[in-house]
């Protein structure tokens, strides 16, 4: 496979003699099989170039766009795509969701009226709109592994498989939690969807992982959904990948500050049992990827804890807090995204009411009267309903929380946690990739 980079940077373009050697146009990146399958991923400013290399050639292009999530740094080089307007091309476009073309309203939205001269009825090429899950599929002859990012919108990364390479494209991915603080390069993540984010890496050889900010920077970035550096880097050591080239760099660091990131990152994985190649993606740079071609094809194991079952619409979702104003933010959060929500103000009341109407997910806070959120978990989880004890439990956490009292909280049947103040457009996120875990695919 060979992978070429077309967009390196976060958030907004920032083109300007600052940025000339790692770019400053937002994420685009292209992948290509040996057999010449075609694969784009994200859409943002760095699409415009790729769309004018590739509309230059004499054949119709047959493309996929795999979109990992529609904010706009992913987005906003779709309507300037130039293989979308020529009539003899096809395409395949790809993002998250449910069955509902979602994404496909966002992407004509941005191209509305008011924002666009162009309308997304003005494609020429042939194009079909695909929601994905997790899961696996083929593309041409790349075997593609989806796995749900850490973000404040629904977000997918990509694992792929081809001529016995392999290649990760995470971005963008704040991980479950820091813990352990302090501990030396590549140690494992206490939290169990961290481990898991591992496993969907291991072993690849290239990782392309988004690390926006550092841990320095992680005390103001609590929630922005983006990882620092060091532990994209921690998770190249324990993936034992070949090459990790972390990206979507911030648009506030100039190429001197990211040649600082470079040596950063060498630093914190030197002394480690398995020492990657460690780059910062330039736009522009192409990156062969060779493999083994004996090597058995990737799997990711399920969450086994969460089988699948009938959906129940609209699913429902039970709050547990005491703090009426929390409650009031969830159920906002909750309800835009058509959710049938419930909710209670004590350990007590949540049992009587998860019992009286099953919910599909439940959040959770921990400090609550009569029984604590401990309690609660553990009282569901030996329940006899079977949908109780495997219920996705997320629970809402303080800043505060100690080490210990998340691995307590595993123990009790903790799912996933949220950490306060809660990000109305995170808690979405969450609860949705969470729900689709639950559903028949
Ligand atoms: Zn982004
Ligand atoms: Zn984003």
Redesign the pocket.
């Known amino acids: 496979m060979k992978v070429r980079f077309w967009g390196t940077r976060?958030?907004i373009a920032k083109p300007g003699p600052s940025t000339l050697r790692y770019g400053g146009n937002t994420?685009c990146v292209e992948l290509r099989a040996d057999d010449g399958t075609l694969i784009v991923l994200d859409c943002g400013t760095g699409a415009h170039a790729l769309g004018l290399s590739l509309a230059s050639g004499s054949a119709p292009v047959r493309g996929n766009l795999l979109i990992g999530h529609t904010?706009w740094?992913?987005i906003q080089g779709f309507p300037f795509f130039a293989p979308l307007f020529e009539a003899d091309s096809t395409w395949s476009v790809y993002a998250p969701g449910a069955g509902d073309h979602k994404f496909q309203a966002s992407l004509a939205g941005q191209m509305a009226y008011e924002y666009s001269p162009i309308n997304i009825d003005a494609l020429h090429a042939e194009v079909r709109y695909h929601d994905m899950v997790e899961g696996v599929f083929e593309i041409g002859s790349v075997r593609v592994t989806t796995h749900y990012l850490h973000h404040p919108a629904l977000t997918l990364g990509f694992r792929f498989e081809a001529d016995g390479a392999s290649v990760v494209y995470a971005?963008?991915h704040e991980p479950h939690s820091l813990y352990p603080l302090d501990a030396a390069p590549g140690t494992a993540p206490v939290h169990h969807e961290d481990r898991r984010h591992v496993e969907f890496l291991a072993g690849a050889d290239l990782i392309i992982h988004d690390a926006q900010y550092t841990m320095d920077d992680f005390p103001e970035k609590l929630g922005w959904g983006h990882t620092p550096l060091e532990r994209a880097v921690d998770y190249a050591i324990l993936a034992r990948t070949r090459h990790l080239v972390f990206t979507?760099h911030d648009p506030e660091r100039d190429d001197d500050a990211i040649d600082a990131l470079c040596k950063l990152a060498r630093e914190h994985a030197s002394g480690a049992e398995h020492v990657p190649e460690i780059s910062a993606a330039q736009e522009g740079q192409t990156i062969g990827v060779a493999g083994d071609s004996a090597r058995p094809p990737f799997t990711l194991s399920k969450p086994s804890a969460f089988p699948s079952r009938e959906p129940r619409k609209p699913a429902t979702v039970l709050i547990v807090d005491d703090d009426p104003d929390m409650v009031l933010l969830l159920e906002t959060a909750l309800r835009a995204d058509g959710l049938h929500v419930l909710s209670a103000g004590d350990g007590d009341r949540a049992l009587e009411l998860a019992r009286a109407e099953p919910p599909s997910l439940i959040l959770l806070d921990m400090h609550l009267p009569t029984r604590d959120g401990m309690e609660v978990c553990r009282a569901l989880r030996s329940e006899q309903d079977a949908q109780l004890r495997d219920v996705p439990i997320l629970v809402l956490t303080g800043r505060k929380l100690k080490e210990t009292d998340l691995v307590a909280a595993f123990v009790a049947g903790a799912t996933d946690f949220l950490t306060k103040p809660i990000k109305p457009t995170l808690v979405r996120a969450c609860v949705r990739s969470w729900l689709l875990r639950t559903l028949p695919q």
Do not use: F, M, R
């Open positions: 976060g958030s994420s904010h740094d992913h971005c963008d979507h």
